[in-house]
């Protein structure tokens, strides 16, 4: 059973654009949760990471929110540019199992266009 | 210059051939991890590993196996690969004392003829 749903699957935007991504999950006990930005061909490489509830998170043109009541998170992109075109992979980490197992979401596919 | 390493970036065996994946990293991290990702799927766990000797299966580990004799490194191993054990193969490693801690590897990109 999928515990990390991101929604959209996938997303096209104009260079400018903002855009918003979801990620609802389903992981207990949650402890904390990251985005992480996939190239093609490449690592993850961690954006931000949201631990308490209601954390609100920034770093440069992202931004996230984490609702832990709700279990959701979003992760805002403003002002795109066409270097942003990535796979956004929304993590939950749980602590109830040995040492922190992290959930994965299927990513959601952003490409910016010009 | 914290970072994870992985050996090779790419790989190309032939179906019943062994195969040897190298995780390395600097930062002296207790927790490593090795996933495999497939197109539209989430990474998926093969294997975690809390420090040397001490490893678990994750949720996909039939068909591979670990070995950690040193902290710093990490490796996975399929003895008799299969075709469907062509994928991208990511080693991440974890700090347990923080949260900011999490780094992955650039990946391992295998093909199984």
């Known amino acids: 059973k999928t515990q990390v749903e991101q929604s959209p699957q996938s997303l096209v935007v104009r260079q400018g654009e903002n855009c918003v991504l979801q990620?609802?999950?389903?992981?207990?006990?949650?402890?904390?949760l990251r985005w992480f930005k996939q190239d093609t061909g490449k690592g993850l490489v961690s954006l931000t990471v949201?631990?308490?509830?209601?954390d609100k998170t920034s770093n440069g043109r992202y931004s996230a929110t984490l609702d832990k009541d709700a279990k959701h998170s979003t992760l805002h992109i403003t002002a795109t540019l066409l270097d942003d075109t990535a796979t956004y992979i929304c993590?939950?980490?749980?602590?109830?199992?040995?040492?922190?197992?992290?959930?994965f979401g299927a990513g959601t596919q952003l490409i910016v266009i010009p | 210059d914290m970072k994870v390493t992985q050996m090779p970036r790419y790989l190309i065996k032939r179906m019943g051939e062994n195969v040897l994946l190298e995780c390395g990293q600097d930062m002296s991290h207790e927790t490593m991890y090795w996933y495999r990702q497939d197109p539209g799927l989430g990474l998926q766990l093969i294997y975690i590993s809390y420090d040397v000797d001490s490893n678990s299966e994750g949720d996909i580990p039939k068909g591979y196996r670990v070995s950690r004799k040193k902290r710093e490194h990490f490796s996975l191993i399929l003895d008799s690969a299969k075709t469907n054990q062509t994928s991208v193969y990511f080693c991440?490693?974890?700090?347990?004392?923080?949260?900011?801690?999490?780094?992955f590897g650039h990946g391992t990109k295998l093909s199984v003829l």
């Open positions: 949201l631990v308490h509830e209601n």
């Open positions: 991440a490693s974890s700090s347990r004392s923080s949260n900011e801690r999490l780094f």
């Open positions: 993590v939950v980490v749980d602590r109830g199992s040995a040492l922190g197992r992290l959930h």
């Open positions: 990620c609802n999950y389903s992981v207990t006990p949650d402890n904390h």
